[in-house]
């Protein structure tokens, strides 16, 4: 079984003090506890500091362009479902460029697993808003602060009835892996967002906010309850919930497709007369 070193150990660009090394860590761990081996996993990511997350994993990758991860991870995963596929980004990433993406994913329940760094700001382009930038935040490229009401990815994703939600915080690494080993676990989309502090261009949302706010949700929390999750994905405030705040066991997109029951379509034959014909057929 594959240990925490086995997923390698590299020189990294982020600053010292991101909330990302304590991401890293939590999902080598959570790798490692999950009992899955470096070549059973696909990393997908698309572009910013989150975004580099797999060039330290020992592991399969594939680096797309910013906000279009999640339609190579879909491919990825419908032609090879023995792979486990998680899709790493930021906020921006996720939430902004790739929002028509993470809507569909959402709905289709595809079996992938989506962690999002979210420290409520643009870190690679050196500190604009993004679409979690709370109300008022004043950037160089916002001098007034932002007009806009930021994005709430948890109440969007519970609203569209995703498979498992949940919400971690960098400074808790155990909490956090945990929250990841069942995400991996879970058969469906798994979505965890993870508040991040940005010590370079977020000086507003920093580790102490966070950490000042962050409770951990307790066993008395049903996740099946559909409408106080929404609830809580509302609370945003002096108190942000963290841990598993929904979760459901509606059947995965994959588990829709035939095709796939005889194994990865990578497996399977290829009848190539059968082939032309289909592609003669559009001549
Ligand atoms: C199509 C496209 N639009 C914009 C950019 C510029 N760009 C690169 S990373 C980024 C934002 C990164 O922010 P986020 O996704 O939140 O990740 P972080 O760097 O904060 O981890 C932007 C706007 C790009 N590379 N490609
Ligand atoms: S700019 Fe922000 S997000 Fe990027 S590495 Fe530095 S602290 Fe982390």
Known sequence: MATIEDFGQFE???????????????????????????????????IGQAAKTPHYLLCNAFNGLHGRSLPAASGAKLANPRLK?????????????GGNHFLAALRCN???????????VYGLTKGQASPTSMEGFKTKAQPDGVWSH??????????????????????????????IQQGLAHRGLALIDVLQPCVSFNKVNTFKWYKDRA???????????????????????QRIPIGLLYKNDRPA???????????????????????????????
């Open 215 to 237: 409770y951990k949700l307790g066993p008395e929390h049903d996740p099946t309850d559909w409408a106080r999750a929404m609830q809580l994905s509302f609370e945003f405030g």
């Open 85 to 97: 596929v998680i899709v790493e980004s930021g906020d921006g990433c996720h939430y902004g460029e």
């Open 150 to 179: 930021p994005f709430n990815p948890l109440a969007v994703a519970i609203s569209l009835h995703a498979g498992f939600v949940a919400r971690g915080f960098s400074g808790e690494i155990d909490h956090l892996a945990e929250l």
């Open 253 to 283: 997109f994959d588990d829709h497709f035939d095709v796939l029951r005889n194994g990865p379509l990578a497996d399977q034959p290829v009848d190539k007369a059968a082939l032309r014909e289909v592609m003669m057929s559009f001549a």
């Open 110 to 120: 595809l079996d992938i697993t989506i962690i999002v760094h979210d420290n409520q």
């Open 12 to 46: 990294t660009a982020w600053c010292p003090g991101c909330g990302n090394h304590s991401i890293l860590k939590a999902l080598k761990k959570a790798l490692a506890h999950s009992g899955l081996e470096p070549q059973d996993i696909l990393m997908v990511s698309g």
